[in-house]
Nanobody, 124 residues
Framework: QVQLVESGGGLVQAGGSLRLSCAAS????????MGWFRQAPGKEREVVAA????????YYGDSVKGRFTISRDNAVNTVYLQMDGLKPEDTAVYYC?????????????????WGQGTQVTVSS
């Protein structure tokens, strides 16, 4: 079993940047494809970005393409989400998730392990 802990959230003005980190323990992260999801109040959890086990394949939701970048460093068991050009509509709790496959999925029900989430608030 893998434990995931997100960090790096906070309050930022529109147009600003944040870098989220997801640190894994319990298992080596290179056995897992990873995803970042977000959930705003009253909305369903949606995929933001996902990355394959080796980092060679990535996926981005339409609303974040060109602004967010997912990456991973398996040597330190960490996945990152660089968020640039933040907008108020990016405000949500951001979660990282792990799936024990080579390729990630885009649905929340495809993931086996979840972190506790980190709040991102973008002011206008």
């Amino acid at each position: 079993q893998v434990q995931l802990v997100e960090s790096g959230g906070g309050l930022v003005q529109a147009g600003g940047s944040l870098r989220l980190s997801c640190a894994a323990s319990g298992r080596t992260l290179n056995n897992y494809a990873m995803g970042w999801f977000r959930q705003a109040p009253g909305k369903e959890r949606e995929v933001v970005a996902a990355i394959s086990r080796t980092g060679g394949w990535t996926y981005y939701g339409d609303s974040v393409k060109g602004r967010f970048t997912i990456s991973r460093d398996n040597a330190v068991n960490t996945v990152y989400l660089q968020m640039d050009g933040l907008k108020p509509e990016d405000t949500a709790v951001y979660y990282c998730a792990a799936r024990r496959t080579l390729l990630p999925g885009t649905g929340a029900n495809e993931y086996d392990y979840w972190g506790q989430g980190t709040q991102v608030t973008v002011s206008s």
